[in-house]
T-cell receptor, first 119, second 115 residues
Framework: EAGVTQFPSHSVIEKGQTVTLRCDPI?????LYWYRRVMGKEIKFLLH????????ESGMPNNRFLAERTGGTYSTLKVQPAELEDSGVYFC?????????????????FGAGSRLTVL | AQSVAQPEDQVNVAEGNPLTVKCTYS??????LFWYVQYPNRGLQFLLK??????LVKGSYGFEAEFNKSQTSFHLKKPSALVSDSALYFC?????????????FGAGTRLAVHP
């Protein structure tokens, strides 16, 4: 099966500009997660979709970040306007529904990440 | 609050020697613990997990991890390191609120295996 795909792999923008990151999860995975790793620190949770609904967005830093998952398929994460501290690697992950059983549902499959550099 | 600590920024090992990458955790309730690895320019890859059962968990690429409840540790181990094991390793614990798979990660440990 195809993995989790993220685009772009690297984006360089200036402070104040807008960037949109895209994630295509594994087909059939209802759960989609966004994470971010900033400057070699821990990978931090941003938010979680179950299908098209936001299950948990407690990790979103502020209202400059907007995530959507229209139709419950791919997701976008928009940063507007971007600030210097937004630089980092944004990871997307997906997992199966818990009805698939704990053996399969508990593993997140990650994409390669989108590296964002804000100058 | 759930948390994970990886006390070593980097671990250096000679090829063929055993390796250990340390991880300690703090959770309320029973922990679900994971190790992921990130190779250069690649995404995070799942290595192994502990949910319940045997304290010694075997995973991909010959790695294993030992769950120690009294020490709240979940160290990653391999009996004989390969140069190709050089990568960034992340320990994680599931924040099981709502039964979903929100993971809390450590800061990562860079493993360097020298020929």
């Amino acid at each position: 099966e195809a993995g989790v795909t993220q685009f772009p792999s690297h984006s360089v923008i200036e402070k104040g500009q807008t960037v949109t990151l895209r994630c295509d999860p594994i087909s059939g995975h209802d759960n989609l997660y966004w994470y971010r790793r900033v400057m070699g620190k821990e990978i931090k949770f941003l938010l979680h979709f179950v299908k098209e609904s936001k299950q948990d967005e407690s990790g979103m830093p502020n209202n400059r970040f907007l995530a959507e998952r229209t139709g419950g398929t791919y997701s976008t994460l928009k940063v507007q306007p971007a600030e210097l501290e937004d630089s980092g690697v944004y990871f997307c992950a997906s997992s199966q529904d818990l009805r698939a059983g704990p053996r399969r549902a508990n593993v997140l499959t990650f994409g390669a990440g989108s590296r964002l550099t804000v100058l | 609050a759930q948390s994970v600590a990886q006390p070593e920024d980097q671990v250096n090992v000679a090829e063929g020697n055993p390796l250990t990458v340390k991880c300690t955790y703090s959770v309320s309730g029973n922990p679900y613990l994971f190790w992921y690895v990130q190779y250069p320019n690649r995404g995070l890859q799942f290595l192994l997990k502990y949910i319940t059962g045997d304290n010694l968990v075997k995973g991909s690429y010959g790695f294993e991890a030992e769950f120690n409840k009294s020490q709240t540790s979940f160290h990653l181990k391999k009996p004989s390191a390969l140069v190709s094991d050089s990568a960034l390793y992340f320990c994680a614990v599931r924040d099981g609120i709502g039964g979903y798979n929100k993971l809390i990660f450590g800061a990562g440990t860079r493993l360097a295996v020298h020929p």
